[in-house]
T-cell receptor, first 111, second 113 residues
């Protein structure tokens, strides 16, 4: 089955700097790659997603890139702000009804 | 408010007890899920229902029994609670079985003493 690895597990960046979180997946049949943000004590919420027919997608300060050959995808957050502090999960889906999540990255934005 | 809601938000109980968590979505979605998030924040699928029918059961102990009276509700009953069941349980829904975007409920923090 699919296996999703996510790095780093914890990331601290200075406010205003960029943050990058990387994930790899094992099954080349995976075709959908969402990213979820979970603030402390809150529910996970979808922030951006990308399908395998696209190499990059951007939404304001966040962007996701996908390298199908290498089977890895990344989340980029630019001009980080305090409200970006949260746990971020990548995920991969090879079947439309099953999503495999990475283990999460705890992002700290330092003042 | 259109959303996925679940009750209770917190549940503290003794080992061996039986408890239920309720979930409702008013988004008109066809597919609902239960996820377990352990203390290390790992999110793992437990069950998936599409239009009241079970489609995923991820080798969850049979002490856990989901019930879907209609496509807007997916409840989770847990028998003979164990210490290892302590976690946050999230209900979620998606528009269809083929739609990947998950809408999560607020979570139920279960503590087994």
């Amino acid at each position: 089955g699919e296996n999703v690895e996510q790095h780093p597990s914890t990331l601290s960046v200075q406010e205003g700097d960029s943050a990058v979180i990387k994930c790899t997946y094992s099954d080349s049949a995976s075709n959908y790659f969402p990213w979820y943000k979970q603030e402390l004590g809150k529910r996970p919420q979808l922030i951006i997603d990308i399908r395998s027919n696209v190499g990059e997608k951007k939404d304001q300060r966040i962007a996701v890139t996908l390298n199908k050959t290498a089977k890895h995808f990344s989340l980029h957050i630019t001009e980080t702000q305090p409200e970006d502090s949260a746990v971020y999960f990548c995920a991969a889906s090879q079947r439309d009804d099953k999503i495999i999540f990475g283990k999460g990255t705890r992002l700290h934005i330092l003042p | 408010d259109t959303a996925v809601s679940q009750t209770p938000k917190y549940l503290v109980t003794q080992m061996g007890n039986d408890k239920s968590i309720k979930c409702e979505q008013n988004l008109g979605h066809d597919t609902m899920y239960w996820y377990k998030q352990d203390s290390k924040k790992f999110l793992k699928i437990m069950f998936s229902y599409n239009n009241k029918e079970l489609i995923i059961n991820e080798t969850v102990p049979n002490r856990f029994s989901p019930k879907s009276p209609d496509k807007a509700h997916l409840n989770l009953h847990i028998n003979s609670l164990e210490l290892g069941d302590s976690a946050v349980y999230f209900c979620a829904s998606s528009l269809t079985q083929r739609d990947n975007a998950r809408f999560f409920g607020p979570g139920t923090r279960l503590t087994v003493l």
